[in-house]
């Protein structure tokens, strides 16, 4: 069984950093890419980014709203996903997704954590 | 980039069957992957490449995409299929992935 679990989740103050980790177990991690997204109260699924597999060159790709805040790394040997948040603002606060990306016709996200809630107030 | 538009609510009655759209220009040329999320839980994959059904997933789901309109059917509609749903494509220009608005599907 595919299983991913978020963790980190927090409230902060704008500007500080956070950092949520991914446990999975269940797939074959270092095959997939994976992929972070969010849900802002009452709203709909944003994506946050993306870290490809070691074969396709472990690049990283990330939305707009997010660039150059955060990053998104791997440890293929602990099966772990990690999401680093900087210069947080209150319009970060959501509901933070892990993601497994599967590869079919084009990406699709076949499975998901349960959350991590992270608030952003002063 | 393009924007999928999805219509905020969609209402049926149970036994019939949900009509739910996600449209854009010429996403018939696209592959459109659709979650549900029902209230307060995770989203699940429900059919991805317009109409394939993951494992798990009931035959009452299915799918269709053509022209400018990719649709998510729900045969035989039960009150447990009252949740959001959402399409996805992924945009290959930017290499990144774009989300419908969501349809809230209430079951009257």
């Known amino acids: 069984e595919v299983l991913l679990v978020e963790s980190g989740g927090d409230l902060v103050k704008p500007g500080r950093s956070l950092r949520l980790s991914c446990r999975t177990s269940?797939?074959?991690?270092?095959?997939?890419?994976m992929s972070w997204l969010r849900q802002a109260p009452g709203k709909g699924l944003e994506w946050v980014g993306f870290?490809?597999?070691?074969?396709?060159?472990?690049?990283?790709s990330y939305a707009a709203s997010v660039k150059g805040r955060f990053s998104i790394s791997r440890d293929d040997s602990a099966s772990m996903v990690y999401l680093q948040m900087n210069s947080l603002k209150i319009e970060d606060t959501a509901v933070y997704y892990c993601?497994?990306?599967?590869?079919?016709?084009?990406?699709?996200?076949?499975?998901w954590g349960l959350g991590a809630l992270v608030t952003v107030s002063s | 980039s393009f924007v999928l538009t999805q219509p905020p609510a969609v209402s049926v009655a149970p036994g019939k069957t949900a009509t739910i759209a996600c449209e854009t220009e010429?996403?018939?040329?696209?592959?459109v992957h659709w979650y549900q999320q029902r209230p307060g839980q995770t989203p699940v994959l429900v059919v991805y490449?317009?109409?394939v059904r993951p494992s798990g997933i009931p035959t009452r789901f299915s799918g269709s995409n053509s022209g400018n309109t990719a649709s998510l059917y729900i045969s035989r509609v039960e009150v447990g299929d009252e949740a959001d749903y959402y399409c996805?494509?992924?945009?290959?220009?930017?290499?990144?992935?774009?989300f419908g608005g969501g349809t809230r599907l209430t079951v009257l």
């Open positions: 010429r996403i018939g040329r696209k592959h």
């Open positions: 996805q494509v992924w945009d290959s220009n930017s290499d990144f992935p774009v």
């Open positions: 870290v490809r597999s070691k074969d396709w060159g472990g690049a990283t």
């Open positions: 993601a497994r990306a599967a590869y079919s016709e084009t990406i699709n996200f076949d499975s």
């Open positions: 490449d317009d109409s």
């Open positions: 269940g797939f074959k991690f270092r095959d997939f890419a």
